[in-house]
């Protein structure tokens, strides 16, 4: 079955533009000074949740919201653009949390038998523990040479279940 949602993006775009008003002239660096990182997960927003408003913060996505995979991101946003603060989210109820990484790639392996090399090449960066893993990061950020080190680094853990936010480090 195809899916075609994007049949609808000219029109949605048609909308937005016309709300659009003087967005195009926001500066390329983040006003905030701030970078967020955080799930995929189609159930958060950020700038719902966050209070947050196009031109304030950098935000970079990926499953789980893991810092390791968001870092040449982050370098970017901190040495071209001028970030120096990072707000790390993970969340309740995350797919990273129900699998492993060889769980995964025997997956693929399967279904995929020509490109098994490939599989095998990929750490999928799974967790098993929510709070921990936000910890993890952190620690992962504060302790990189390529992280700035005058750099407030926080963690938290976005509820799905309530729309409430809880820092963690």
Known sequence: MSVENYKNFGASNDQYVSQFGNKGSLPLPPGKKLTIVTCMDARLDPAAHLGIHEGDAHVIRNAGGVAKEALR?????????????????????????????????????????????????????????????????????????????????????????????????
């Open 73 to 169: 991101s982050i370098i970017i946003s901190q040495q071209l653009l001028g970030t120096r603060e990072i707000a790390l989210f993970h969340h309740t109820d995350c797919g990273m949390l129900t699998f492993t990484t060889p769980q995964l790639q025997e997956k693929l392996k399967t279904a995929y038998p020509h490109a098994a090399n490939e599989a095998e090449s990929i750490d999928f960066l799974p967790f098993p523990n929510l709070e921990q893993s936000v910890k993890d990061d952190v620690a992962y950020l504060k302790n990189h040479p390529l992280v700035l080190k005058e750099t407030t680094i926080t963690g938290w853990v976005y509820e799905v279940e309530t729309g409430k936010v809880k820092q963690v480090v």
